[in-house]
């Protein structure tokens, strides 16, 4: 086996155990991490731009994780409730099988719709998970972040100047000139 097809299967195979809420997570993690400390090696902006640059992209992915976690609980628990034989079979035979109806067509249905259920639940599953990763990124964190990242901002700005305001500043031995 090439190096190539090994790698294939190996992330072919990570793909498939892996939701995509997992997967967005795991990127909002990175990018917490990665993006703040490329913004710090930046050499050609002044250190104040970079600070509160690398601060505002990493509370934007602090933000993040926990909303595409709760997009993949929000998906888990609706696609249960969309993966139900009712859902697969036609409003007549439910309404039959509802009434009480024991006849071998409704039956029929009836077990043909809960093997459906179940056979459809993981493709129901991925992707509503998909979708609330999708509507997280595109909605939910964008309005989380502005609502909150300011006033973060503004707080941790106003304890960074009390602290540069409680720090003695000393000046340089200058040499004193008497006429």
């Known amino acids: 086996m090439s190096l190539k ?3 294939e299967n190996k992330l072919i195979k990570f793909g ?10 795991s990127i909002a993690a990175a990018k917490g991490v990665f993006r703040p400390a490329f913004t710090m090696m930046d050499k050609k902006e002044s250190y104040e731009t970079k600070r509160y640059t690398a601060y505002r ?8 994780i926990p909303v595409y976690y709760m997009s993949g609980v ?3 628990y609706i696609s249960n409730k969309l993966s139900v034989p009712k859902h697969f079979m036609s409003k007549r035979i439910y309404n039959l099988y509802k009434s009480g109806d024991k006849s071998k067509e409704v039956l029929d249905a009836v077990k043909n719709a809960e093997n459906l259920a179940k056979v459809n639940l993981p493709k129901i599953k991925i992707t509503s998970a998909f979708v609330g990763v999708c509507t997280s990124a595109l909605l939910v964190i964008p309005m989380l972040c502005s609502a909150t990242i300011k006033p973060i901002m503004k707080t941790l700005e106003t304890k960074n ?4 305001d409680n720090t003695p500043v ?10």
């Open 5 to 7: 097809q090994s790698v």
């Open 16 to 25: 498939k155990k892996n939701s995509p809420t997992f997967v967005a997570m």
């Open 57 to 64: 992209e990493g509370l934007t992915e602090l933000i993040a």
């Open 74 to 76: 929000i998906s888990g």
């Open 161 to 164: 100047k009390n602290l540069q």
């Open 170 to 179: 000393t000046a340089p031995n200058k040499p004193v000139h008497i006429n």
